[in-house]
């Protein structure tokens, strides 16, 4: 279609835009199966043709749009289909159905034709063609049309655009386990032009890749510690990588489908070396050299760096020199025998590695024996040295001496060690006791503290002897007072006084010394206390209480040191009985007397056991007739012309039963 040198040939992107071109100008489109073709203009006062298998539209100004094939397509189902201006949408094969049954054909030499095959030419006004078909109203710019209309007037549907796949790439470092959810799985670079759901429909990613086919989220396993490839990402070093790849297919709701390629790529990282521990034999004070690569020669570095190793903890029990090679000397302390052990951690250039044990272990072997110097006397060959022994102990606590530890210093050049022959001085601030099993016991005098000792004879197997002192040093203990709980009885509504030294006739001070004096005190929840630092004190319970009362008290040492007793008192109940007073009322002959509540009862008590105040029963009076009721109140109406005195009586009674008896007399 490049008969003239004002025209151009471009093609059409999915959904893309046409617009009208410059005067005189011929653009020819090469459509594509199923397009939507967006026109940027009125299609009033345009006119349509189609010549051949083209669909050509000329405009007023001369300039000619030309859509390649636009026919062919028809006929196979696939013809592109156009959106106005106004977002409706008009499918290419209802578009040239109407165009060749609604329209003259104009063919080469004047005569109707068919208008297939190029025979002829379809031409009639755009505007006026359109505006005469049935089409859908406003769509989505974004949506996809199909249709399988015959006409004009046939009902029209969006046809379905396929999805577009992008190709994905992704990065983690080994021994990550990373999954890239939705939001930036398969689907977060994919889209679909009418906005439809995405899947993954064929996908066959490696072992250690798993793909979520409704959402594209993705989980990559590197991990370099379990699994088949474990070993494979462990072995990568820094700056090393390995890369999968494999295609997935992802479809729409319609069944649409493309086809994109995934790049996964798993970065090494520098893996620590590992340390193992090692285990060497020497003998007493005999050092042990290990050359390189000594403690390195077991350990291992997965990247095959080389290693080297550095101290983490000496030895306890020996001295070490240390080298980065993993060569040592290992010299230990004189005659010591066992185990001892060093740490050390190996580095791979980037890394440390664990913490590794080197373990040494010192076999005994038999000493010379060593002999001491003895000054003794230089003109006796025979003679006995005992060396001085001392021992501690703190106050009030007795010492038991081992008769073999005080010898094990003392030495016989004949018979190795002398035995033990007596004590020959005796303490001066304790008693010495042989307890016949070879042990002594020391007891110092009660609070004593400072030094103490005694003299011990041994003796050879010729009878010579010598002497030596034990010292002994008594530790002093802060020795606290001793305020000891004590408990008094008394009855109900009854004070107890006690005289010194009161409560401080059980208590002691103790050894650091001081006076014995009472320095404060808590008071009594249901009594009154006066308590004297002498221990003296007198006590008063509340009025009616009976039952358990306490109050503490302190006692201190000359340093400051305290002790605190409790002292408890049990307040006996008494039982007490109710108080009715004798009443007396005064009336006239022939005149009854009413006394209202509380009557008889005003000047009556109930008492310490509690109950009701009431009348319980009463008798009657001799010249007259009574009305007693159990509040008291009362009336009393004399004999008719009867004067004097008379009287009666009345009882109350308490909670437990105790009662009392007043007698009323009326004048």
Request: glycine share 10%; proline share 7%; hydrophobic share 35%.
């Amino acid at each position: 279609m490049n008969e003239t040198t004002n025209q151009t040939t471009q093609d059409i992107e999915s959904q893309a835009m046409v617009s009208i071109p410059d005067p005189g100008q011929t653009t020819s489109m090469e459509v594509q199966p199923g397009q939507v073709i967006q026109l940027g203009f009125d299609v009033n006062d345009q006119t349509l043709v189609l010549s051949g298998e083209d669909l050509r539209i000329e405009f007023a100004n001369g300039a000619v749009l030309i859509f390649e094939d636009f026919a062919t397509l028809a006929d196979e189902g696939t013809a592109p289909a156009f959106m106005l201006t106004d977002g409706s949408v008009i499918p290419g094969d209802v578009l040239l159905t109407a165009l060749t049954e609604e329209v003259d054909i104009e063919t080469a030499a004047g005569e109707a034709g068919t208008g297939s095959g190029g025979s002829g030419e379809y031409r009639y006004d755009m505007g006026d063609l359109i505006n005469g078909l049935g089409r859908t109203g406003p769509q989505d710019p974004d949506g996809l049309l199909s249709s399988g209309a015959n006409g004009p007037e046939d009902e029209l549907a969006t046809p379905n655009l396929p999805p577009t796949a992008t190709d994905d790439f992704y990065v983690i470092s080994e021994g990550q386990v990373v999954t890239f959810d939705a939001d930036q799985g398969l689907f977060a670079n994919d889209n679909d032009p009418d906005g439809e759901i995405l899947s993954v429909s064929e996908v066959e990613p490696p072992a250690n890749i798993s793909i979520n086919p409704l959402d594209g989220a993705i989980t990559i396993n590197a991990d370099d510690t379990t699994g088949d490839l474990a070993a494979t990402f462990d072995a990568l070093d820094d700056g090393e990588s390995i890369s999968y790849q494999f295609p997935y297919t992802v479809v729409d709701e319609d069944g649409a489908t493309d086809e994109a390629m995934v790049t996964v790529v798993v970065e090494g990282v520098n893996d620590p070396p590992v340390a193992i521990d090692d285990a060497y034999t020497t003998n007493e004070d005999t050092p042990i050299t290990i050359p390189a690569e000594g403690i390195l020669a077991n350990d291992f570095d997965v990247e095959d760096d080389p290693l080297s190793s550095m101290l983490v903890d000496g030895p306890e029990f020996g001295t070490l020199a240390f080298n980065e090679d993993g060569s040592f000397t290992y010299s230990p302390n004189e005659n010591f025998f066992g185990t001892d052990s060093f740490t050390y951690i190996a580095n791979d250039g980037d890394a440390d590695s664990n913490v590794a044990t080197v373990t040494i272990n010192v076999l005994p072997v038999n000493d010379a024996p060593v002999a001491i110097d003895d000054p003794g006397d230089p003109n006796d060959p025979n003679s006995v040295n005992a060396d001085p022994d001392a021992f501690t102990t703190p106050e009030d606590t007795p010492l038991v001496i081992s008769i073999a530890n005080i010898l094990s210093n003392d030495i016989d050049i004949e018979d190795g060690t002398p035995n033990f022959d007596g004590i020959t001085v005796t303490t001066n601030n304790g008693t010495l006791v042989n307890n016949g099993d070879g042990t002594l016991t020391y007891t110092p005098d009660p609070d004593y503290n400072g030094g103490d000792s005694f003299v011990y004879q041994v003796v050879d197997s010729e009878g010579l002897t010598a002497t030596a002192t034990v010292a002994i040093t008594v530790l002093p203990v802060d020795d606290v007072p001793d305020a000891i709980d004590d408990g008094f009885t008394i009855n109900e509504d009854t004070s107890l006084t006690i005289p010194l030294p009161g409560v401080l006739a059980n208590d002691s001070i103790g050894g650091d010394g001081g006076t014995l004096a009472v320095v404060t005190n808590t008071n009594p929840a249901n009594g009154s206390l006066t308590l004297n630092p002498d221990g003296s004190f007198s006590y008063t319970p509340n009025s009616g209480f009976n039952g358990t009362d306490s109050f503490t008290y302190s006692i201190q040492d000359i340093d400051g040191d305290k002790d605190t007793a409790t002292v408890t008192i049990n307040v006996l109940p008494v039982d007490e009985a109710p108080d009715a007073i004798d009443d007396s009322y005064n009336t006239d002959e022939d005149t009854p007397l009413t006394i209202p509540v509380p009557g008889v009862l005003t000047n009556d008590s109930i008492g310490g056991d509690g109950g009701t105040l009431a009348v319980v029963d009463h008798t009657d009076p001799s010249n007259g007739a009574l009305s007693l009721n159990a509040d008291g109140s009362f009336t009393y109406t004399p004999d008719e012309g009867w004067s004097g005195t008379d009287s009666f009586t009345y009882t109350i009674e308490d909670i437990d039963g105790d009662q009392d008896t007043a007698t009323v007399t009326i004048n």
